[in-house]
């Protein structure tokens, strides 16, 4: 539409330069046309300037409007493209905590030593069992060793430290009061006394 109105705009232009040519080969060998003629031609030819800058101004807005909206779409694809980036990393962190997952289980049911009432309880075929993996002698006496002192010894202590800790902070408490109800008791009973106390 642009290109086509600027065509439209040449040509009146060309139309009004003929038409000057002609009033002016007119001149020279015929009469004087009438004034009438030059005043719509000047209004011709001013119109069709305010009408290529129209156009111009027109293209000019069409013009940033596009780029404008092209800037946006831009936006909105980089946005969906880090969105994209941001799901695939959460996928590929997912999977691969899954595989570790399935390798931690895949260690954890393999057959470890153990003594043979745990086989048992795990529901393990005690006949095709390889004797190598049933837990019996020394080790046998320092797994049940560690496992009490892990399970009661250790809590005990835990517990026994806690109490000593509550009972230094209580100890400190007790000084502290004490100290504070000191001087006011010994100014009473020096008081009632009525000879000074050191």
């Not at 800790?165 to 408490?173: F, V």
Request: charged residues 35%; positive net charge.
């Amino acid at each position: 539409d642009v290109i086509s109105n600027n065509n439209n705009n040449n040509e009146i232009k060309e139309d009004i330069l003929t038409n000057n040519n002609n009033i002016d080969n007119e001149k020279k060998f015929h009469k004087v046309p009438d004034m009438s003629n030059y005043l719509s031609i000047i209004e011709a030819v001013s119109i069709a300037d305010k009408l290529d800058i129209l156009v111009d101004k027109t293209s000019e807005i069409l013009q940033n409007s596009v780029n404008k909206y092209n800037e946006e779409m831009q936006k909105l694809k980089d946005i969906e493209e880090a969105e994209k980036k941001k799901k695939e990393e959460i996928r590929k962190a997912r999977e691969e905590d899954k595989l570790k997952l399935n390798s931690l289980l895949k260690v954890l049911e393999c057959h470890e030593k153990m003594p043979l009432w745990r086989h048992k309880e795990l529901g393990h075929n005690l006949d095709t069992l390889p004797k190598d993996k049933i837990l019996k002698g020394k080790p046998l006496f320092r797994v049940i060793a560690f496992s009490i002192l892990k399970l009661f010894v250790k809590p005990l202590l835990s517990i026994q430290r806690k109490h000593l800790a509550i009972r230094d902070a209580e100890r400190d408490d007790l000084k502290k009061t004490l100290l504070l109800y000191l001087d006011p008791c010994t100014s009473w009973i020096s008081k009632m006394i009525k000879t000074p106390l050191l």
